[in-house]
């Protein structure tokens, strides 16, 4: 009688918990089901976003074929949220010299939740934590203990305990004991021994790797103010077009990544609010007051971008230097474009009648010139449509819009 091949798809996840590892178990669960019998999870992690956990934990649980997560190599730990995917696997197991425990909801940066806020948090984890140790007939009183108190343990007193099930040194040594104990799988029990198994690797692919880094709340936050400071310099030097691109795509990268992390609107909006405070200190005489208001929208708005409840918060050691150096950076940019309107003011009090300028842009009877170099506001009187590289002449200037004709009379000029 033939034996029946064990096909088991084998996902490694040595990273934080986020998005893209949540995405990475679920292709790794969608393989399996098309025609394996089972999944492997190698773990290695400090934990990461309770959002992302949660939905590792549900898709183990909903999986139509049993999730097995060996805590490995030796020197791995399952810390965090590690704690709540080995809680909801259908068999577990640690390398010799590996830890897992510390599952007390934190910050980044280490900080713990205080407050109301904290107590919600770690009731409503130490349910779900209990439930799912319940479920595996683990030792839920331990389970409970390491979100409430941040306890950890080795891998021995992990077995000794019935936090888990037993001791591998390598993923097929985990195979070979989870065989030969029985793995739950639907109604019944799976069953095999090492002659019986094929492992598969499961490939994340290049999609994987941009999202694990893309999705980083650092990274993320960064690429934000980066489009920010960018976009700011196109705003204030039109017709640059390289940082243009550069901060719409680092701006899009940024969104998207606050779309798909837990972000606050508010944090969001206090972060673009400054933009504008910086672009109208340009055309507003207000002393540096729009100035100081948009340093502290930025700083603000990071601080509140990422909600706590979700064990986020970007690291002050991110946001001190990253708002200080935007402001100085884009305060920069404010005083260089004051300087040239102060410049442009003052040659538009000079006679600049009859000298030449050409066309950058042009739009019904406005458009914008370049003269000296500096780029100018313009308006004409005539009627014909002006092209892009066409050459005009100033026929005068109010305030600091010129007027331009293509063929300038006396009667034009326009001094005020």
Avoid: C
Avoid at 27 to 43: F, N, P, Y
Avoid at 119 to 147: C, F, H, I, P, Q
Avoid at 339 to 364: E, F, I, T, Y
Avoid at 380 to 404: D, F, N, S
């Amino acid at each position: 009688m033939q034996k029946h091949t064990v096909s088991v798809v084998h996902v490694t996840i040595k990273a934080g918990i986020g998005p893209a590892t949540a995405d990475l178990l679920r292709g790794a669960i969608k393989q399996a089901e098309s025609g394996s019998d089972m999944v492997l999870v190698t773990l290695d992690t400090p934990g990461g976003l309770v959002s992302s956990m949660r939905e590792m934990v549900q898709d183990i649980l909903n999986a139509d074929v049993p999730v097995g997560v060996w805590v490995g190599p030796s020197g791995a730990h399952a810390a965090s949220a590690g704690v709540f995917i080995v809680a909801a696997s259908s068999i577990s197991g640690m390398a010799p010299q590996t830890t897992m425990g510390a599952a007390i909801p934190v910050t980044p940066d280490g900080a713990d939740t205080k407050g109301d806020m904290a107590t919600k948090v770690k009731n409503d984890l130490s349910s779900l934590v209990s439930g799912l140790a319940e479920r595996r007939n683990r030792n839920v009183d331990w389970y409970v203990s390491a979100v409430r108190e941040g306890k950890s343990l080795p891998a021995s007193q992990a077995i000794m305990n019935n936090v888990v099930e037993f001791m591998a040194t390598t993923p097929e040594d985990f195979l070979v004991q989870a065989g030969s104990r029985g793995v739950p799988a639907g109604m019944g029990t799976l069953r095999f021994t090492a002659d019986d198994i094929r492992i598969i690797p499961y490939e994340p692919g290049l999609r994987y790797r941009f999202l694990g880094w893309l999705l980083d709340p650092q990274v993320a936050y960064l690429l934000l103010l980066a489009g920010v400071a960018l976009l700011f310099v196109e705003f204030t030097h039109a017709g640059a077009i390289l940082p243009g691109v550069l901060g719409a795509l680092s701006l899009l990268l940024g969104l998207y990544a606050m779309t798909i992390l837990p972000t606050a609107a508010a944090g969001l909006l206090l972060i673009l609010l400054g933009l504008v405070l910086f672009l109208l200190e340009i055309k507003v005489v207000s002393f540096g007051l729009l100035s100081l208001a948009g340093v502290a929208a930025l700083f603000i708005g990071s601080l509140i971008l990422f909600p706590e409840s979700e064990g986020l918060r970007l690291p002050m050691m991110t946001i001190g230097p990253t708002v200080l150096g935007i402001s100085a950076f884009m305060g920069g940019l404010v005083w260089l474009a004051v300087k040239a309107q102060r410049s442009k003011s003052a040659m538009a009090s000079d006679q600049l009648a009859g000298q030449q300028a050409m066309v950058m842009r042009w739009q019904g009877r406005k458009g914008t010139v370049k003269l000296h170099g500096t780029l100018w506001n313009a308006v004409t009187r005539e009627e014909q449509p002006i092209a892009k590289g066409e050459t005009v002449t100033v026929t005068g200037a109010k305030g600091l819009t010129l007027h331009v004709s293509t063929h300038p009379a006396p009667e034009d000029a326009v001094q005020e």
